[in-house]
């Protein structure tokens, strides 16, 4: 069984198309949008296990340069 999440981010850079590029190299990403809204890129992610959300989210898309927030959310279903 794998575990998918949704993480909405916020940048704080201009940049959208390279931190686009950066999210969608990153292992786990499936899938990665940029949105209009309160966030800027909506991003699938099918992994392993809840530490590997974490390992993700945290680890991964937080230290790529721009990226100001993100907020996750763990499919129930």
């Known amino acids: 069984m794998t575990v998918v999440?949704?993480?909405m981010v916020k940048a704080n850079s201009g940049e959208a198309d390279r931190l686009l590029?950066?999210?969608r190299e990153v292992d786990g990403v499936v899938d990665?949008?940029?949105v209009a809204g309160d966030?800027?890129?909506v991003v699938?992610?099918?992994v392993e296990s809840p530490g590997d959300v974490k390992e993700v989210a945290a680890n991964a898309i937080q230290r790529i340069r721009?990226?100001?927030d993100t907020e996750t959310y763990i499919a129930m279903d």
Do not use: P, R, S
């Open 5 to 7: 999440a949704y993480i």
């Open 21 to 23: 590029g950066e999210i």
């Open 32 to 34: 990665a949008h940029i």
């Open 39 to 41: 966030v800027d890129f």
């Open 44 to 46: 699938k992610v099918d």
């Open 66 to 68: 721009g990226i100001e």
